[in-house]
């Protein structure tokens, strides 16, 4: 296993604090090092300062042989120096140096042209005696044979001093680095501990826990807060079509229940005695006809089912939509009385599928639960493209109108006729998925479903189902459709 793979594995907190503690590392080992070179560059810098001011006093009281003048004893006999000649060898030199020459040949060869710098001994491991040397050239005579003047300085001081500063700033570091770290892992403690608290609840929601949310502070507006508030909203959410899904599950085993109680009983009587072949074939009729009207039901639930996953983003053009919708109706059922009265564009914000559910199950719903002649109109109210479907049936009672989008509620009067309770039902997820309002009127009892800002209804007393759809774009003046499809101005 890769080391990134096993630090992927560690605890989100333990990984936080490494993170930050690893940086911290690189921040006071750059500001240690920082701090370590401006006092090292000043010691030195004074260093080689002494060394240049004992290089002008000791120059001019070097003979060409390369000893001291006399009377010169008195001054150089505190310093260290060395007088080379041209060859590297030691003419003469301060006892604590010796004759041992302290440059190479190289270096010998070098300072006859320019000043040479030289540290003996090293910072670590400690050295000895540690020196910092200046090799500088001397003024050539003909017969002069000292060439090159060197002169040291104890290092002593200058590398104490920096060994101590070492010290001190791996101790602070050290210091600051666990204090630090601490701190982090307080912070990360104390960060995602609503993370944990999140968890907690998650898992007692997992394991059948309804009606729980996620405990988030009001006072408080970050990162986890909202997270907490969009999980929240995504339980709700969640809850929400779980209660519905069992509904619909509900209801539809509800519905199915009586079909197939009825098919499996016609089966139980026909297998009861012995019977003719018109016998069977009348049975036969009864079964297609049960068959039928549950792959009917089937149909239908199946499009509630789909109706949340309407597309988003398409426009349709609503009027023109209803047009065609009641003149497929005509050649169907020519005899029904249907006229619309339409916007030449009614432009809404709904997929043209979708759309079609809509009229479709109104106008369905209308000619197989209301009385002719079937008014639709479509135009625009308040920024809403607007659908109005009348009938002169007898309408809804009040308790009616405030259940009739639930799926499978009817009427006791139209149980006898066709249908499973399910069209109001499709037409209101549509509608309001969509954004808009769907109502149901009728002798002044008005339901609504969804939120709009359109004015109130401004119709009459007769049964009136009204499709608010958000609008795109404009329209032009309007005109009356008949079911044949002609247009009256």
């Not at 080992?29 to 240049?52: E, H, P």
């Not at 809403?384 to 639930?406: N, Q, S």
Request: with cysteine; hydrophobic share 40%.
């Amino acid at each position: 296993m890769s080391l990134r793979a096993r630090a992927g594995r560690l605890p989100l907190r333990v990984r936080l604090v490494a993170g930050f503690s690893a940086t911290m590392l690189v921040v006071l080992a750059g500001a240690g090092a920082f701090v370590y070179w401006r006092v090292s560059y000043a010691l030195d810098r004074q260093l080689n300062s002494d060394l240049a001011d004992v290089t002008r006093v000791l120059t001019p009281l070097v003979t060409p042989s390369g000893e001291p003048r006399r009377g010169a004893q008195r001054v150089v006999a505190d310093q260290l120096y060395q007088v080379l000649d041209s060859s590297g060898r030691v003419l003469s030199a301060s006892p604590a140096l010796g004759t041992d020459p302290i440059l190479s040949k190289a270096e010998a060869r070098q300072a006859l042209t320019t000043p040479v710098r030289r540290d003996v001994g090293a910072l670590l491991p400690i050295a000895n005696h540690p020196l910092r040397a200046l090799a500088t050239p001397l003024p050539r005579a003909a017969s002069q044979e000292a060439a090159v003047l060197v002169v040291a300085a104890r290092r002593d001081h200058r590398d104490e001093a920096l060994l101590e500063l070492l010290g001190q700033l791996a101790a602070a570091g050290l210091g600051a680095l666990l204090v630090t770290a601490l701190v982090g892992e307080r912070l990360a403690k104390f960060a995602l501990r609503p993370v944990e608290r999140y968890r907690v609840q998650a898992e007692r929601i997992v394991g059948g826990a309804s009606g729980v949310r996620l405990d988030v502070p009001e006072d408080r507006d970050d990162e986890v807060t909202r997270l907490g508030h969009t999980l929240n909203d995504m339980l709700d959410a969640l809850e929400e079509a779980l209660d519905r899904e069992r509904r619909f599950v509900n209801d539809a085993s509800h519905e199915l229940r009586t079909p197939l109680t009825l098919l499996t009983t016609r089966v139980q009587l026909a297998r009861r005695r012995t019977r003719s072949l018109a016998e069977h074939e009348e049975v036969l009729d009864e079964i297609a006809t049960d068959i039928d009207r549950l792959t009917r039901l089937a149909d239908h639930l199946l499009e509630t089912g789909t109706a949340e996953g309407a597309a988003t983003g398409t426009t349709t053009d609503l009027a023109g939509v209803a047009r065609r919708e009641v003149a497929r109706r005509a050649l169907v059922d020519p005899d029904e009385v249907r006229t619309v009265t339409a916007l030449a564009a009614v432009t809404v914000a709904i997929d043209e599928v979708q759309a079609a559910r809509v009229v479709g199950n109104l106008l369905d719903n209308a000619a197989r639960h209301g009385a002719p002649p079937v008014h639709v109109t479509v135009d625009e109210q308040g920024g809403y493209g607007r659908l109005l479907v009348v009938d002169e049936g007898h309408g809804m009672d009040p308790g009616l109108l405030a259940t009739a989008t639930r799926r499978f509620v009817r009427s006791p009067e139209s149980r006898p006729r066709e249908g499973f309770g399910l069209g109001l039902s499709l037409v209101e997820e549509i509608v309001v998925r969509a954004g808009g309002e769907l109502r149901l009127c009728h002798a002044g009892t008005h339901e609504r479903r969804g939120h709009t800002d359109a004015p109130p209804c401004d119709h009459g007393d007769a049964m009136t189902v009204t499709v608010l759809l958000p609008r795109v774009g404009t329209t032009t003046a309007g005109q009356q459709v008949t079911d044949d499809g002609s247009v009256r101005g």
